[in-house]
């Protein structure tokens, strides 16, 4: 398994921007892509981007045109772009490494608080 570690979050206000970052260490065999998930406190966990090998990407339909999620030269970063950022973008931020055997390993989270 993966160590996986999130880094950029923070308090910002809205209509500013954040760059999330994601590194996955150790050893790296095959792999599906990346996801970013967030949750609020009392909602449910919400898939946000992702992205797999190809570079193809997904995002939840209240990001998209706000939000990036690109892969780093090396498979084992990934990055999520925040822009335009809205007060109900508020939320624990976590990345997920996704195996080829759809294993998932997930880092910490990082906060995102916007305010208004």
């Known amino acids: 398994r993966l160590q996986v570690m999130e880094s950029g979050g923070g308090s910002v206000q809205a209509g500013g921007s954040l760059r999330l970052s994601c590194i996955a260490s150790?050893?790296?065999?095959?792999?599906?892509?990346w996801k970013w998930y967030r949750q609020a406190p009392g909602k449910e966990r919400d898939e946000v981007a992702s992205?797999?090998?190809?570079?193809?990407?997904g995002y939840l339909d209240s990001v998209k045109g706000r939000f990036v999620i690109s892969q780093g030269n090396s498979k084992n970063t990934v990055s999520l772009q925040m822009n335009t950022l809205r007060p109900e973008d508020t939320a624990m931020y976590t990345c997920?490494?996704?195996?080829?055997?759809?294993?998932?390993?997930w880092g910490q989270g990082t906060q995102v608080t916007v305010s208004s």
């Open positions: 150790g050893d790296i065999y095959c792999t599906s892509g």
């Open positions: 992205i797999d090998t190809r570079g193809g990407t």
């Open positions: 997920a490494y996704v195996h080829c055997s759809g294993i998932y390993d």
